[in-house]
Every structure is written in C-alpha cells, then in structure tokens.
C-alpha cells in the first residue's frame, strides 16, 4: 500500500507563505501521478493541484496562480509552495495519489488567520 507523510503546516497571517512536503519511502514514487488534497470540517476533500511523473502540473481555480506544486523523485518528496495565503484556504492538506486510492496520511494543518 503506497503511503505518503505531510508535513509543513502551521499558523500563517493572510498574505503570507508555507511549503508543505510529502514523503514517500517507496521505490517508484517517479512513477506516482500525485496530487495535494484539502479538507475542512464538514466538506468533502478536495484536489487543490495535481503533478503527472513527467511534472506537468494543473490547479484548482481557487489556488491557481497562488500555489505551486513540484516533485523531486531524487528525494522522493513533492512539495506544494502556497502563497498569498487567505482565510478560506484554512485546512488539512494532505497528498496522495491522483486520482486517489482511498489511502491517506495524517494531513497537516494549514491555518490562514490574523
């Protein structure tokens, strides 16, 4: 089962930046078409930016421009580059395979507040 780590989240003022990273200890993660999902209470989980293992990307309209999503298999880590940060982008992040194979990690927690 393919399992993925997050980490970077924390508490950010609006207009401001994280980077968030997603570890994976697998031999084909080079392979792995992949995106960065979020979820708030109550609400579905939602793709916020996909990357295929050639590194083309795509984002939700929401974060495009804002975010930017990248990959470097020779650490097997992909990361999502967030700014200009705003209240609604409030969540948990979490990574996983694109589309998604039912298997999640912990998430981690993206506040945006003054």
């Known amino acids: 089962q393919v399992q993925f780590v997050e980490s970077g989240g924390g508490l950010v003022q609006p207009g401001g930046s994280l980077r968030l990273s997603c570890a994976n200890s697998g031999s084909r993660f080079s392979h792995y078409v992949m995106g960065w999902y979020r979820q708030t209470p109550g609400k579905q989980r939602e793709l916020v930016a996909g990357i295929s293992s050639g590194g083309t990307t795509n984002y939700a309209n929401s974060v495009q421009g804002r975010f930017t999503i990248s990959r470097d298999d020779a650490k097997n880590t992909m990361y999502l580059q967030m700014n200009s940060l705003k209240p609604e982008d409030t969540a948990v992040y979490y990574c996983?395979?694109?589309?998604?194979?039912?298997?999640w990690g912990q998430g981690t927690q993206v506040t945006v507040s003054a």
């Open positions: 996983g395979l694109l589309p998604p194979n039912g298997s």
